[in-house]
């Protein structure tokens, strides 16, 4: 059977074994359809980004682009897979020539090799390193949400991988694996429309450390404390932007385009084409990741946006650089607004006309109490992101404090622009639990 045979088969596949293996609390879960809520944490020792979605609190690794769900150190015994089912060729979609994340690791077996049990080939975003072990079926818990409060805890079976515990490496302290959130068949939002019967999509809103974020998989309204507070899903879902694919390289990221950048509304001069994904070879293209901590961008983009910033920015008392980041700023030399710090404006200019404005707060970073920098990255060899030379790597922390909803099934995405403009943040989902 092909690897890019029919979603419906695929997903028939994965809610029979669901099913098969479910305790009661999840055939519960299935009645209620209703979506499930997760909290999302940063790690200050990584920039990194953590989701309590597993039974006991143990966090994940929230990866954006990861393929699937993996988690190190499995007990013994645990359940497995049968190799030669639908599930296990779906486990190992990222096993593909074409696809593969780790095509010039020893690791990698293609066609693999199917014995009774099914192997699957596990992907550390951070460092890059490659592992393969069992395919076994995970226990994750949340609760379900009305998008205002949690309102019932739920558990239930998803499938995923084993691990060795040495691909924890360079992730953060006390994580137990990897949640991945990709478009691709055995992904976490994918799954989680199947097992609970909700929409496969998910809006999620990154913390910018010291509180809690929030994930809610399925649908539905998402609101924020406010005064008063604020329902964002609907209004967002009614301006969505198409995702675009990798042509060349379908490991499930999500690309979006953009058609140029401006900084305090003056295009920046990038060359003719810049921000396309090359047809031929698959490079470029703006894809979004959680597992690079600031926005990073090809030399050929990071330059002139960079220069463009220095000149709006130049009667700023400098700092000394502080690594990554090549243009820093004396703190007690910038004035704070409700946006954040008092600078220029950065607009990503997106399909249909609209404007990603990322102000002060999305542009620039404290690293220390004397000093700001300039919060773009030059991209390096070195980011497992940039594996597939992408022009732009949109990080975490410009993501931090917008809400995005991604929306799998009409392969779209929606943005709210950064929420302290509303006075609110990504830390004031409400998690006290309500009545269902």
């Known amino acids: 059977m092909s690897l890019h045979r029919s979603s419906a088969a695929a997903l028939a596949a994965l809610l029979a074994i669901s099913v098969l293996l479910c305790s009661p609390p999840c055939a519960t879960a299935t009645d209620d359809h209703k979506p499930i809520v997760a909290r999302v944490r940063k790690d200050a020792a990584t920039s990194l980004y953590t989701i309590v979605i597993k039974v006991g609190g143990v966090p994940l690794l929230l990866d954006l682009a990861g393929p699937l769900l993996w988690l190190a150190n499995c007990p013994t015994p645990h359940r497995t897979i049968p190799c030669g089912t639908d599930v296990c060729e779906d486990v190992n979609y990222m096993n593909h020539p074409s696809n593969g994340n780790c095509l010039t690791q020893d690791v990698l077996r293609y066609p693999y090799a199917c014995g009774a049990v099914c192997t699957a080939y596990t992907y550390n975003p951070v460092n890059g390193r490659c592992a393969q072990d069992d395919a076994t079926t995970i226990t994750l818990a949340a609760s379900t949400t009305d998008g205002e409060n949690p309102l019932s805890e739920v558990s239930f079976r998803a499938v995923g991988s084993c691990a060795p515990g040495d691909l924890l490496a360079s992730l953060p302290a006390g994580v137990a694996g990897v949640a991945g959130l990709s478009r691709l068949p055995v992904s976490l939002p994918t799954q989680f429309g199947t ?17 809690d974020g929030v994930a809610v998989f399925g649908g539905g309204p998402f609101q924020l404390l406010a005064a008063p507070p604020v329902e964002l899903a609907d209004g967002l879902r009614q301006n969505q932007l198409p995702l675009l694919k990798n042509p060349k390289s379908d490991k ?23 921000f396309d994904i090359d047809g031929g070879s698959g ?14 961008l090809r030399p050929d983009i990071y330059r002139p946006l960079h220069d463009a910033f220095d000149a709006a920015t130049s009667g700023i008392a400098r700092a000394a650089p502080v690594a990554p980041f090549d243009m820093c700023y004396q703190a007690s030399a910038l004035t704070m607004t409700r946006l954040g710090y008092g600078v220029a404006n950065i607009d990503l200019m997106l399909d249909g006309g609209q404007t990603w404005t990322l102000p002060g707060g999305s542009s620039l970073v404290q690293v220390n109490d004397q000093t700001v920098c300039f919060a773009f990255v030059q991209i390096a060899p070195s980011m497992p992101a940039a594996a597939d030379s992408p022009a732009v790597i949109f990080g975490g922390f410009q993501m931090e404090n917008h809400l995005l909803i991604f929306d799998l099934e009409k392969e779209t995405f929606a943005f709210s622009g950064l929420l302290f403009g509303i006075r609110t943040t990504c830390s004031n989902f409400n998690f006290t639990m309500g009545s269902s």
């Open 195 to 211: 097992i609970l019967k909700v929409a496969k999509q998910f809006a999620l809103c990154l913390p910018g450390g010291g509180s």
């Open 252 to 274: 499930g990221a999500y690309y979006f385009r953009i058609t140029g950048i401006a900084v305090n509304q003056q295009q920046v001069p990038t060359p003719p084409g810049a």
């Open 283 to 296: 490079t470029g293209g703006a894809l979004f990741s959680t597992v690079t901590p600031y926005t990073a």
